[in-house]
């Protein structure tokens, strides 16, 4: 499903039919870097808000293209509390949604990590945090830089309910599996060094070589799991170079890799490139990587749950998840919202015919789709969609209670209307 909205409204209207139903919510919302065109919520009437603003018409055009969204500065003193007051009632609306064994991650960046992180500890619960993940944003470079080379955004990980979370793993890559070249009844391993001196370990005590050679150092375990080990036959000793070496086996885990807190490899290159490849050059500038969204995919259990992105932008989430499904033979599906924000008339999208950025995200997926039911074998692939846009009809009226935010929050009737099949 693709929304057309602003998603504090669309996010109303979902909390019946989605509530508990969404497995992982991804989203990147703006960084606040005082660039940022921030949305400005009227508490009072949000919807006729959003209806009068989406009416705004550009020179020339007739019918209504687009919402135009204003700059959020530095200089405006609301600065921080803007993009606070913007987050929090959608955060708070988007946790209904998640399923017990839910997460949401969110990238980020220094502006905001902070501010995000105690919005989070309050709607989540400071005892659902699972991680702040940095991620290396590019590669070299740095000239341009005022201080030092920032290279690095964030992505902040809540669980809905942490008891229910399981350990995140990523499968193994195949270059890491290589290692595991030896094979016994319990499965794939190789022997590594129980040595662990040159890493910190305080696990220091005397091993006896067989030929009776006392062998004093660091090691990777406790003494009593190293005779556990030793008696389980996972401990062998070899000579190298005329010295004992004490050496274990490392074995494969069945469910993969455990999670790092440090990604490498998803730089915004990545992301850039790929829009690119879609849409041309500079029609989308800011999307992110999609095996950014795949990496946290991989630690779905499931194989056909809905994953939501309400700051959809250039649409990666979908791209994410139809590729996804290609290659790991699953039925995700997509929810994705994104208000129709007008585009510059300036710019290269509109010069190629885009008037707002649901154009770009849906003729992302169109596209993407298309791309990959080309090259897959597997034509029967579901990259159909549909496209809802948010009407004013039967919609009550919105007045908050901001000591029971929550039950205002959620008063709403549905109103969306279904206007395209994809
Ligand atoms: C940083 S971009 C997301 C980029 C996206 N991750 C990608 O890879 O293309 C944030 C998006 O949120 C959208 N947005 C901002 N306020 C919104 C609102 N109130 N409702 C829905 N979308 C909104 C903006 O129009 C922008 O496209």
Known sequence: LYIEGDNLEVLKLLQKSYNNKIKMIYIDPPYNTGKDFIYSDNYKDNLENYLELSDQVVKGERESIGIKLSTNTETMGRYHSNWINMMYPRLKLAKNLLDNDGFIAISIDDNELVNLKK??????????????????????????????????????????????????????????VERYCEKDSNGKYYWDTFARNRQGSSNSYTITAPDGTELTDAWIYKKDKFLKLLNDGEVRFKKLKNKWSVQVKQRINANGQIMRSIINDFTNEQGTKSVNGFLGKEVFSYAKPVELVK????????????????????????????????DEKTNHKFLLIQIPEMINIKSKAYKAGYRNICEIGKERIRRAGDKIIEESDNKDLDIGFKVFKLDSSNLEKWDPDYNNLEQTLLTNKENINQIEQN
């Open 119 to 176: 919005i989070c500890d309050e709607i989540f619960g400071e005892k659902n945090f699972i991680a702040t993940i940095v991620r290396r944003t590019r590669k070299g470079g740095g000239s341009m830089s005022k201080y030092l080379s920032s290279d690095h955004d964030y992505v902040l990980l809540f669980s809905k309910n942490i008891s229910k979370i399981n350990k995140f793993y990523i499968p193994y890559d195949k270059k890491y």
């Open 295 to 326: 990496y946290f995919m991989k630690s779905i259990n499931e194989k056909d749950s809905i994953i939501l992105d309400f700051f959809s932008g250039s649409s990666t989430t979908a791209q994410s998840i139809i590729e996804f499904n290609n």
